[in-house]
Structure formats: C-alpha cells, structure tokens
C-alpha cells in the first residue's frame, strides 16, 4: 500500500464517525492536558522553592543551635531551639575563619507591634548590621542601623512591606521617623526591606529588624543567638569553610566527639538539593496520577479500534480479496490509531498550556511548562497509539477473508 493511500484512507476512516472518534480523542486530550498541567504545576514549585533558598544568600552556611545533623543519624530533640551559639561564637567565626566574607547572627521571636490604633504580630528579628549583606536584604527607603547603634543598643526598627501596610496602611509613604511599640517598648522606624514575597510564616516581608544587641537586653534577656548566618567569599570552598567553622565551634564549645555537638550547621546547596528532591518526588506524584486518564484514554482507543475492525469486516475481506496482506491491513488500523492519538496529544498541548496560563494568573500559582514536556506528551501519546491499537490492529490483519466475506 503507498504512503499516500494509507493517510487517506486513515482520514477517511477517523472522519466517517466524528462523534465517536471526537470523544476518543478528548480521552486522549484530558490525560495529555492533566499531566502537562500537573508537571507544570510540580516544575513551578521546585522553581519557586530554589529561588526563594537562593533569595536568602549566596554562599550561605547556616549555623543553629542543638543537636548535630547528619546523613542517617537521627535528629534529636531540640534542633534550632537550644540556647548553645553566642555572639561571640558568631564574633569567632568571622575573626578566625578563613574563606569567611561576613557574618551575621539573629535571634527572633514573634511579639504584637503596635502603631497608634493599628496593631500586628509579626516576627521580631534581632542581628548585626551587616546582616543585609549576608542575608541579600536590600533597603528599598532609608537606611538600616549601623554596628555603633548595634553596639549602643539603639532603639530603632527596620519594617519590612507587610508589616509596614499592616501598621501605617497600604503603601504608607509616611513611616520613616515613626514610632512603633514593641512590646510596650518605643522604637524609631528608620528603613523599609524590599518586597521579597512568601506567605506565613515565612513571609520575609513580614518582619521588623532590630539591632541584636538591642533585642537580647530588652526583649529575650539573654546573649543566646538562633542563627549564625555565614556568607563564604567563594562557592568552591564552601565545604572547607564549613568544616573550618565546625571545628572552631567544637573546640570553643570543648567539644571531642562530632556526634555530641551542640551546634548543626546547614549548607545552602544542601538546602536546594533537598527541597529539589522533595518537590521532584512531588511533580513524579502528580504526573502518575494524571497519568491514570491517559490509561483511561488508551482504553478508550483499544475499544473503539476494536469495534472499527468489527465493523469494517467485510471491507477487510474484501482488501484481501483482491490482494491486500496482512501488514496492509495491520498498518492501516495501527496508523488509525496513532493519528487519532497525535491529534489527541496536539490538542491535549495546548489546553494544558492554557491550564498552566490559567492557574498562573488566576490563583497566584507559579506554574513552568517546559519543551521537555511537551516532547514527552507527543512521544506518550504516540506510544499509546502503538501499544492500544496494536491488538486490534494484528486481529483485523489475522481475520479469514472467506469469513470476512460472509460476515453480515
């Protein structure tokens, strides 16, 4: 059978029933569309995810207070709540350690601020003055505290812009030189972060920074600290400088035995690694169960190839008759079947593309549809064709052309 013959003797096929074939091909569209979607969906959260780590810092180690983290040990009680890191560990670090660019150590809490008649809880951070450097928090409006108001224990704040809208009203331009109570204390605002985006807990516009010092005498009423962020100079040597620190802090802290430390210290790559492989075992989750409609819609296409060899019996005796055999009669259903799958794929594309667009706009959800993707959609749906119309394909080749020919 010539090429051309075949494909148009496949299109007559595919429109002799449009209804029936339309609703085969929307099985296949659903199933495309739900996975492009779901991947789409996946992709923009492990996206989303990685550029909020890398929005904390570049080459950031992290060093909290408790038990010592590790590959297969058990984490203790009491990780990152522990009172066991010091400004002067956090002091040593940047003294002693080579590699070091800078160093900043915070201790929060969450207290209610209060503005006049407008009130909020939110997060109270207390660090150096050079955590902005270490921690990528830019200044949008006015300044941020310097280590001579650090080491005097001034009483001024730095808002971040939920926090400011929360307290002075929605994109307030009338804060600098405010007074804001914190804890029934009074402090002078001074400085508004850039918008960085989150939500929660984890909102880092929802913040106020105040000088460290500053928050341990008047706020938690100890020297402990509950982060001691480290900025390395270069990427390459970040294991280097993290093991350099590691062994300060065990010989500051008269520490032997690794496995008794009181300190744990988190690499940034480690970080991204991990929430990489959480939300890719995520994206795998939603894809498999999108995945069921295209086995649904497989289904759907066995079934109706099925029914059209049931059909077309008797024209099947007929090509064999005059001198069809049986590999013109297989690829002629088999190409039935693949083409109503590509159709199905193509359309299948785009409503997911559209989906992601939508969902994208409408519902703030970060979504990325990659060519990947995309690529992957076409080769599943031409597979299926192959795999679902390979049975009917084979019993309409193998059916006795007498036989056919007597079918009614």
């Not at 109706?304 to 690829?331: C, F, N, P």
């Not at 031409?382 to 679902?388: E, K, S, T, Y």
Request: charged share 15%.
């Amino acid at each position: 059978m010539l090429l051309g013959d075949l494909f148009s003797e496949t299109y007559s096929a595919i429109i002799s029933n449009k209804t029936r074939t339309g609703l085969t091909v929307l099985g296949i569209v659903i199933g495309i569309a739900s996975v492009i979607a779901m991947v789409s969906i996946g992709a923009g959260a492990q996206s989303s995810i990685e550029e909020n780590i890398q929005a904390i810092g570049s080459n950031l180690l992290m060093v909290t207070p408790g038990a010592q983290r590790g590959v297969g040990t058990q984490i203790r009680s009491g990780q990152g709540s522990a009172k066991t890191l010091t400004i002067e560990d956090a002091d040593a670090i940047g003294n002693d350690v080579l590699g070091v660019e800078a160093v900043a150590a915070e201790t929060s809490n969450r207290y209610q601020v209060k503005q006049k008649a407008n009130n909020t809880n939110t997060s109270i951070i207390g660090v150096t003055s050079n955590y902005t450097i270490v921690r990528n928090i830019p200044v949008a409006d006015g300044v941020f505290f310097t280590s001579a108001q650090n080491a005097n224990a001034a009483k001024v704040a730095v808002l971040g812009p939920t926090t400011r809208d929360d307290l002075f009203g929605e994109n307030s331009e009338d804060y600098l030189g405010k007074t804001i109570r914190i804890n029934s204390i009074d402090f002078k605002v001074i400085g508004l972060t850039e918008a960085k985006g989150g939500s929660g807990f984890s909102n880092q516009d929802d913040r106020i920074y105040i000088p460290i010092n500053t928050a341990q005498r008047l706020l938690t009423g100890d020297k402990s600290v509950s982060t001691i962020s480290v900025s390395a100079a270069d990427s390459k040597n970040l294991p280097v400088v993290q093991n350099n620190i590691q062994e300060l802090l065990l010989k500051r802290h008269n520490i032997t035995d690794l496995t008794a430390a009181d300190f744990s210290i988190l690499n940034q790559a480690d970080i991204v690694a991990t929430a990489s492989s959480v939300t890719g075992t995520f994206t795998m989750l939603l894809a498999a169960i999108a995945g069921i409609s295209l086995l649904v819609g497989g289904i759907g296409i066995m079934n109706m190839m099925l029914t059209t060899v049931t059909e077309r019996t008797r024209e099947i005796g007929l090509r064999k008759a005059i001198g069809a055999k049986r590999g013109d009669i297989s690829w002629q259903f088999l190409t039935e079947s693949v083409m109503i799958t590509f159709l199905g794929g193509l359309f299948g594309v785009a409503l997911g593309w559209g989906v992601s667009l939508i969902i994208t706009k409408f519902f703030n959800v970060n979504t990325v549809v990659s060519y990947s993707s995309i690529f992957l959609a076409f080769c599943v749906s031409a597979g299926i064709g192959i795999i679902f119309g390979y049975y009917p394909a084979r019993r309409a080749a193998r059916l006795n052309p007498i036989d056919c020919l007597r079918y009614e």
